[in-house]
């Protein structure tokens, strides 16, 4: 059994910053591919950010510049630091795993977490 578990949203100004982590629970071997998702007030998901388990990343269009997305595997989390917040930045952050690889032999495909929600607002 593995969870993914997001924390840090909250309310932020505009221009603020904000960090996000996703931790993964469980006798967790490896994790592959992560990414950060979120899912604006109306509108379809998106991809935020995404990163190899060597620490290769990639971003959406619209967060390049402002935001970056780091993991550690040794605790099995992922960080998403955002800055230069923008009200269009408001929405339900998801976090995402493609493969997770338990000690036993088990493996786990397309692993969400459940979401935390992240205000920009004056």
């Known amino acids: 059994q593995v969870q993914l578990m997001e924390s840090g949203g909250t309310l932020v100004q505009p221009g603020g910053s904000l960090t996000l982590s996703c931790t993964a629970s469980g006798r967790i071997f490896a994790i592959s591919d992560m990414a950060w998702y979120r899912q604006p007030p109306g509108k379809e998901r998106e991809l935020v950010a995404g990163?190899?388990?060597?620490?290769?990343?990639n971003y959406g269009d619209s967060v390049k510049g402002r935001f970056t997305v780091s993991r550690d595997n040794s605790k099995n989390t992922m960080y998403l630091q955002m800055s230069s917040l923008k009200p269009e930045d408001t929405a339900v952050y998801y976090c995402?795993?493609?493969?997770?690889?338990?000690?036993?032999?088990?493996?786990?495909?397309?692993?969400w977490g459940q979401g935390t929600q992240v205000t920009v607002s004056s």
């Open positions: 995402y795993a493609d493969r997770i690889y338990l000690y036993s032999g088990r493996q786990y495909r397309d692993n």
């Open positions: 990163i190899t388990s060597a620490g290769n990343a």
